[in-house]
Each structure stands twice: as structure tokens, then as C-alpha cells.
């Protein structure tokens, strides 16, 4: 069964470090997006990403957080000056158009931990 | 406001009890879905069920069943016969319009069955 994949599995950084999360979308799925999910909190929505452009991020999305997708493949998300409160679970999910429409396949996530 | 709304934070059941989830979501719009999903001790986001806002008829899947009721607002989870691999977090989401964007989660309810 086709999944997203996600690396690494566990990122550990020091504060004001830049960060760069990667996703492996679904193949032929064309809309990608970021949650975070704060331990023992609910998953918040990040940024949706569609043909090569944002569109629609949250508050949680500011200045510090970019995202792309350099080779059409890989989907990443750059944290550029990390804080502590980026302490989080990041979850990439991919969705497609056809059969499950409107479902959201997420990946196994990126355990982030700034220290 | 809060789109969704879980209010059952942990639940514990004994091994084959009926247990069931509850989920109460807010939106103004007529096209709208509802989802469930599973998040295991592992951590990954695991799809259990989508549902339109145009298909209220119930759902049964094995020991999973769904109960969508728009009078209410209401898309409750029931599993019947528990098991203790069922022990996990659920959370269910909403996406709004009939392009379906973000996904707005609920807090999550953490079920512990008990063997």
C-alpha cells in the first residue's frame, strides 16, 4: 500500500538552528501539507501546498517556516531559526484526486526536539 | 470556536466492551466531511473512516462502526468487543468545502482497554 514517508524520524537541534523536514508524497498526489502536533495536544494544520505554491497556512506558519518542493519529489518544511516551543511532532500528509479524494494520507512524522 | 469537539479526554474500558467516541464538529458550510483517525503509542496517523456531508447512512466496518447524525452534529465512533490493540488516541477531523482544505482536529480521546 502506497504511504508518505517521512525522515528523519527524530530530529534533534539546538535553538536557532535551522531545520529541514522532508516528505516523500503518495506518488501522483498532487496536494501536500503540514501539521504539528505538540505532545499531548490536538494536530494543528501548518500550510497547504498545491502546484508549486502555498495556499492557505495558519497563524502557526510565520516567518520562520518555509516550505517547497526542489525536485518534484521531496516536500520539506524549513524551520529557519528554531525555537524552543518548536518542540512538536510533524506530520507531512499527501492527498489525491481520485478514489479517496479528500482523504489525507499522513506519514509516520518527524519527532522534533530543540534544545 | 472550536470546529471540533471531543469532549472525552481518556477513556478505559475492559477487553470486549462496547466503548463509543464521541465527536461533535461546527461549520457553516453544506459541503463538509468528517473523518476518524487512529494514532497509535507509534505515533503515526493512521485513516480510519471518511464521511460526506450529503451521506448520513451509518457505517460498519468488522468491529467499527459510525454514527452520523447532522441534526446533531454529531459523527460518533463506536467499537464494539474492544481489544487492547485498540488502545490508542482518536481524533476525529472536519475539512470544510467541496474541495476540502486544512483539516481542523479535535483534541483527541485517548482509549485505554484494559485486558
Known amino acids: 500500500e502506497p504511504e508518505v514517508t517521512q525522515t528523519p524520524s527524530h530530529q534533534v537541534t539546538q535553538m536557532g538552528q535551522e531545520v529541514i523536514l522532508r516528505c516523500v508524497p503518495i506518488?501522483?498526489?498532487?496536494?501536500f501539507y503540514w501539521y504539528r502536533q505538540i505532545l499531548g495536544q490536538k494536530v494543528e494544520f501548518l500550510v497547504s501546498f498545491y502546484n508549486n505554491e502555498i495556499s492557505e497556512k495558519s497563524e502557526i506558519f510565520d516567518d520562520q517556516f518555509s516550505v517547497e518542493r526542489p525536485d518534484g519529489s521531496n516536500f520539506t518544511l524549513k524551520i529557519r531559526s528554531t525555537k524552543l516551543e518548536d518542540s512538536a511532532m510533524y506530520f507531512c500528509?499527501?492527498?489525491?484526486?481520485?478514489?479517496?479524494?479528500?482523504?489525507?494520507?499522513f506519514g509516520a512524522g518527524t519527532r522534533l526536539s530543540v534544545l | 470556536a472550536q470546529k471540533v469537539t471531543q469532549a472525552q479526554t481518556e477513556i478505559s474500558v475492559v477487553e470486549k466492551e462496547d466503548v463509543t467516541l464521541d465527536c461533535v464538529y461546527e461549520?457553516?458550510?453544506?459541503?463538509?466531511?468528517l473523518f476518524w483517525y487512529k494514532q497509535p503509542p507509534s505515533g503515526e496517523l493512521v485513516f480510519l473512516i471518511r464521511?460526506?456531508?450529503?451521506?448520513?447512512q451509518n457505517e460498519i466496518s468488522g468491529r467499527y462502526s459510525w454514527n452520523f447524525q447532522k441534526s446533531t452534529s454529531s459523527f460518533n465512533f463506536t467499537i464494539t468487543a474492544s481489544q487492547v490493540v485498540d488502545s490508542a488516541v482518536y481524533f476525529c477531523a472536519l475539512s470544510e468545502g467541496s474541495t476540502g482544505n486544512q483539516f481542523y482536529f479535535g483534541t483527541g480521546t485517548s482509549l485505554t482497554v484494559i485486558p
Open positions: 464521511r460526506n456531508s450529503f451521506d448520513e
Open positions: 500528509a499527501t492527498r489525491g484526486l481520485a478514489g479517496g479524494f479528500n482523504i489525507q494520507y
Open positions: 506518488s501522483n498526489h498532487l496536494y
Open positions: 461549520t457553516r458550510d453544506t459541503t463538509y466531511y
